[in-house]
């Protein structure tokens, strides 16, 4: 669809173009963020990176996604929507590319940190847009497309950059995952209908004021906290879970560890179910139920058989999909002004969240092997149950 054509009445009937390219939205936004997870054990060969190193690989990527969010949020506010978001999935491609020239593990690092620094410009603005020009039920169901295709993303990246280094140095292989987001921007571009909801806020003290009123707002501080729970858990799982499956006795190939990562796909079917299911029982008791599943999967992954362990990977995923997918219905619906602020403060807690799980299982991983780094993940889940727990509030359906 040209960026030009006006789309009609999407609200109550969005359409399955429409939908599609929300999703993929999602998907050009976090195809990069955590793509080197399945070649971790070369980048430990080729570049002499000690775990910890290899942990922030991953971690100076969200935490670069955590101080840039609430930036691009004020800014997305002042300036609008769309051209941030085409302009981001572009950006994400310079760093990606430059990725094919490194030769250390601080290289490496640096160029990590710029791809973050391109991801707020989407996934902080698409949760605004949505969130703008979507209402009710009708807005579950679009955002739970976009985490779709986030998870989406998230698996794609892993899963092409692990078999591509199969085939091909894995620097030549960033050079491939370049001209992904370059493709990216251009059916973004063409796909996205501009805002028809979007007001400018260019004041300064506005939107400071608004920022300080998100601060003190309950319900966004207690989906923040739980924000930071939530990812802390999944990258510590998913980053040294590689290690785990590629040292003795399972000797996994960065193909076969490519592969594991098929278990993301659940995630795009179980997602948007969860959008029905959440309209109904509450995002609260959502989370509550998401998150115990999610512990179990986490738990189970101490089995020996591999293909218990990717078993057991499946079921964390999805319960930590669904815990997101309703964590973020919970903003959408509760934050009525000042949207993009509060998806810039709510990435902040939430990729802070990843990089402390990447520093934090890196350590317990050193220390213990995967016993430790389990145990890890699990007293973080445990602290975010207990946060959803006490402090989300019990709503009325969202229907």
Avoid at 123 to 138: D, W
Avoid at 255 to 271: P, W
Avoid at 314 to 324: D, E, I, K, Y
């Amino acid at each position: 669809m040209p960026a030009s054509t006006p789309v009609s009445d999407y609200n109550d009937n969005p359409g399955s173009l429409l939908m599609l390219t929300v999703g993929l939205v999602g998907l050009f936004a976090f195809v990069q963020v955590y793509s080197v997870q399945s070649i971790l054990p070369q980048l430990q060969h080729d570049l002499n990176a000690s775990v910890v190193q290899l942990g922030n690989s991953v971690g100076v990527t969200v935490l670069a996604v955590a101080l840039i969010s609430p930036f691009v949020g004020l800014l997305s506010d002042a300036l609008g929507r769309k051209w941030l978001v085409v302009a981001s999935v572009f950006a994400l491609a310079v760093p990606t590319a430059l990725m094919s020239q490194v030769q250390t593990v601080h290289g490496l690092l640096i160029l990590r940190f710029l791809q973050g620094l391109a991801v707020p410009g989407v996934s902080v603005v698409a949760i605004a847009y949505v969130g703008e020009e979507f209402r009710g039920s009708t807005m579950i169901r679009v955002m739970t497309v976009y985490i779709a295709g986030s998870v989406l993303g998230g698996f794609s990246g892993r899963f092409l950059l692990g078999h591509f280094s199969e085939y091909m140095p894995w620097r030549a292989a960033f050079e491939v995952m370049a001209v992904l987001n370059l493709v990216g921007a251009i059916v973004v571009w063409r796909g996205l209908p501009a805002s028809r909801h979007f007001v400018a806020s260019a004041r300064f003290g506005a939107s400071m004021k608004t920022l300080g009123q998100l601060l003190h707002n309950p319900s966004l501080q207690a989906a923040c906290a739980l924000g930071f729970t939530m990812l802390f858990a999944l990258v510590g799982l998913f980053t040294f879970v590689n290690l785990h499956l590629a040292a003795a006795p399972y000797h996994f190939t960065s193909g076969e560890l490519a592969n594991v990562f098929a278990v993301y796909l659940l995630g795009v079917v179980v997602t948007p179910l969860a959008g029905r299911v959440i309209p109904r029982i509450g995002a609260r008791q959502t989370v509550l139920l998401a998150m115990a599943i999610a512990a179990v999967g986490v738990l189970l992954t101490l089995a020996h058989p591999a293909w218990c362990i990717v078993l057991a990977l499946a079921v964390a995923a999805c319960g930590v999909f669904v815990t997101q997918s309703a964590t973020m219905s919970f903003i959408a619906y509760r934050i009525r002004s000042g949207r993009s602020q509060a998806s810039g403060l709510y990435y902040t807690a939430y990729y802070c969240g990843g990089f402390g799980g990447a520093w934090a299982c890196g350590v317990a991983y050193t220390w213990g092997g995967w016993p430790t780094t389990v145990a890890v993940v699990i007293a973080a889940m445990a602290l975010g149950w207990l946060i959803a727990w006490r402090y989300m509030p019990r709503l009325p359906t969202q229907r």
